[in-house]
């Protein structure tokens, strides 16, 4: 039987799409990582491995349902003979037969920092990024349990099990370079630690305190990559050599780092916040890289806050994962990651073609819910003899772009508090204030 293309008429491999996102995850692609991960099914089924494996992309995109009401989504703008819906029992099958393998390949293939001519994603020509960990709820199931443990608090461990995740993340277009995850018995340094083979020379990571370790530090330079990276104020680090803008060099190990102190203070009607902050990089050359410049840089670490942030509240809603085995958690996880790379791929795609509109502005929630739609009416799954690089999406996100990012005034706090006694909602103050930022150099010594 033909696998190499979909029509709009029913049959066995038709549900095996993604709406327009099926242009950048295109059925090539998918039937190369499932030959190559040997997960081509034997016999022809009603659920073949391709159809599968976007069953499981598709419900990345859709969070909130269960795989039978996902693959209702993927038959719903199909013509001709309505598909045969398979059982949960099938779906089910289907899954386990498929594995994780085919789904962290197809992530090889489409993870990177995306192509884009913004002047957002570099500073000096290099590429930053960021690099940062995070929790994710697993059911609460017997082989989960096994591996993954619970949150400790007062009264003993609560709550769900978590898997940590950490990825690289390109600040200026928030796509994932790479991710790594697992039980949250392995800290985030040595998941870090993981990800080294990941930079390269030409790229500039930014990391917050606990990141500031020597032995990882030295592992990541090692890579040819440069370091951005903030440390605790009261880390002695004795001077090696001074520089003249007031930043001093000092030692890690083997490797040479420059020290930068600096007091940043924000000023509104309402106040003055002042910080102190130490930001310890490779970049040691103060006439090449000015260290006023750095320490605005290091305010984009927070890109991959937000990206988790589009990944946690935005696609899963808040929800706990679906999979209650840690064979269908890591599989399921690197779905998650597959749609929200195609997502970022598309926004970007968008931003880029109507020039100097910074990739910021692209509204995640607008992209997803384009997404959706698109995947219900399995609208652009195929492009037509004229490519169409925007697309639907596309046209949605350019169509609301989000306003230039503001400066931001506000301490992080609890939004959600686990118990509705606690809540803090009605003492939060929502007003934006204008705001200007001062930085002030430190030179005092070490």
């Given amino acids: 039987m033909e696998q190499a293309a979909i029509t709009r008429t029913a049959g066995v491999f038709a549900p095996g799409h993604i709406g327009e996102l099926t242009r950048i995850v295109p059925f090539e692609m998918v039937d190369e990582v ?4 040997k997960a081509v099914q034997q016999r022809i089924r009603l659920m073949p491995a391709r159809v599968t ?3 499981l992309l598709a419900g990345a995109l859709f969070s909130e349902l269960g795989y039978r009401q996902v693959f209702d989504r993927l038959c719903a ?3 001709g003979p309505e598909p045969v819906r398979p059982s949960g029992s099938a779906l089910r099958q289907a899954r386990q037969r498929l594995g994780a393998a085919p789904l962290r390949a197809l992530f090889d293939l489409v993870r990177g920092p995306v192509a884009t001519t913004a002047a957002q994603a570099r500073w000096r020509g290099l590429l930053v990024v960021a690099v940062d960990g995070t929790l994710l709820p697993v059911p609460d199931a017997p082989a989960n349990l096994a591996v993954y443990t619970k949150q400790r608090c007062n009264n003993g461990a609560g709550g769900y099990p978590q898997i940590r995740l950490t990825a690289l993340v390109a600040c200026g277009t928030r796509a994932v ?3 790594v995850f697992g039980p949250t018995a392995i800290g985030e340094l040595e998941y870090a630690g993981r990800l080294a083979g990941d930079l390269r020379p030409g790229i500039l990571l930014l990391g917050d305190r606990n990141f500031a370790a020597a032995d990882l530090l030295n592992r990541m330079t090692a890579t040819g990559a440069h370091l951005l990276v903030r440390c605790k104020s009261g880390r002695r680090l004795p001077p090696v050599a001074r520089c003249g803008d007031g930043s001093f060099l000092t030692r890690l190990g083997a490797l ?3 020290v930068i102190d600096a007091e940043i203070s924000i000023v509104t009607s309402r106040g003055t916040h002042t910080g102190h902050y130490r930001l310890l990089t490779t ?4 006439s090449a890289h000015p260290a006023s410049e750095l320490i605005r840089l290091y305010h984009e670490r927070w890109e991959i806050e937000t990206a988790y942030a589009e990944l946690k509240s935005t696609i899963l809603g808040g929800r706990v994962l679906r999979a209650r085995t840690p064979a269908g958690v890591e599989q399921e996880v690197w779905a998650l990651l597959v749609a929200y790379q195609a997502l970022r791929t598309a926004m970007t795609d968008a931003t880029d073609s109507v020039p100097g509109t910074d990739p910021d502005r692209a509204g995640f929630t607008v992209a997803l819910s384009a997404a959706r ?3 219900v009416l399995a609208a652009g799954v195929i492009a037509d003899t004229v490519i169409d690089l925007v697309g639907s999406i596309g046209r949605n996100v350019l169509a609301q772009l ?3 990012r503001r400066v931001r005034t506000k301490d992080r706090i609890v939004k959600r508090a686990i118990s509705k006694y606690n809540a803090r909602g009605p003492a939060i103050d929502r007003t934006t204030y204008k705001a200007t930022i001062s930085i002030n150099m430190l030179t005092t010594d070490p």
């Fill in 402 to 404: 989000l306003p230039e």
């Fill in 34 to 37: 499932l030959a190559e991960t």
């Fill in 77 to 79: 703008g199909l013509t």
């Fill in 256 to 258: 040479t780092v420059r």
């Fill in 53 to 55: 494996l976007y069953l």
């Fill in 283 to 286: 970049l040691t050359d103060p």
């Fill in 177 to 179: 370079i790479g991710a």
């Fill in 373 to 375: 739609d698109q995947l």
